[in-house]
Every structure is written in structure tokens, then in C-alpha cells.
């Protein structure tokens, strides 16, 4: 089945400004809870999620008090945009064995 044509494509202007938006958001939602104390982080998920396949991700999840995710998450067209996203000065931890098969790592 092929793909719907694009309604509106993006030119490189619009483009930043879509990312500039949405890491805002993000680095507003990761500032309340660490501020909280709840110790968020972003999993970076594969195209290969059942609830969004195809997709790269992007999903904070808070540490405290267990393990969660939010309902904070964006979408991606590629894995490489995810650090554009995250707030400045999180590393990259890179999947370990023992993760989901879709996990691509971790920012923290």
C-alpha cells in the first residue's frame, strides 16, 4: 500500500522551527520533574514500536518513585534527530543487552 502524499511539506525554515518548539517543550516537561526530584530521562526508541511503527522516539520517563513513562514523547523522522531534541548537557547512553530489542539508548 503506498504512502498518502504530503499535505504540507516542510522547508528547512519551518523544519527548525517545528524542532525549536518541541524542544522546548521537552526541556520544560525534563525542568518540572527534576526539579520535583523524580529523575527524568529520555528513552530513544527504534522504528520498530508497535504503537508507532516506523517512527523514531523520543519518551521522558521519570526513575522516581519506580520506573515510568511519561506521556511526554516526540516523534521522529530519523534516529540522528533525537539529540536536537534533548536538553543540553544529557548524555547518551547507548543500549545495553539486557534492554527492549527497540531501545536505541538512553539520554541522561
Known amino acids: 500500500?503506498?504512502?498518502?502524499?504530503?499535505?504540507?511539506?516542510?522547508?528547512?525554515?519551518?523544519?527548525?522551527?517545528?524542532?525549536?518548539?518541541?524542544?522546548?517543550r521537552l526541556c520544560a516537561?525534563?525542568?518540572?520533574?527534576d526539579a520535583a526530584r523524580r529523575l527524568p530521562y529520555?528513552?530513544?526508541?527504534?522504528p520498530g514500536t508497535i504503537d508507532y511503527p516506523g517512527a523514531h522516539?523520543?519518551?521522558?520517563?521519570?526513575?522516581r518513585p519506580d520506573p515510568a513513562p511519561t506521556n511526554c514523547l516526540a516523534r521522529m523522522?530519523?534516529?540522528?534527530?533525537?539529540?536536537?531534541l534533548v536538553p543540553p548537557g544529557l548524555a547518551f547512553l547507548p543500549r545495553q543487552a539486557e534492554d527492549d530489542p527497540n531501545v536505541v539508548g538512553v539520554w541522561m
Not at 1 to 24: K, R, S, T
Not at 29 to 33: F, H, I, K, Q, V
Open 42 to 46: 529520555f528513552v530513544q526508541l527504534g
Open 29 to 33: 516537561a525534563y525542568s518540572e520533574l
Open 77 to 84: 523522522g530519523r534516529a540522528e534527530d533525537a539529540a536536537r
Open 1 to 24: 500500500m503506498a504512502a498518502p502524499p504530503l499535505q504540507h511539506a516542510l522547508d528547512a525554515e519551518d523544519l527548525d522551527a517545528a524542532f525549536a518548539v518541541v524542544h522546548g
Open 57 to 63: 522516539l523520543l519518551r521522558l520517563w521519570v526513575l
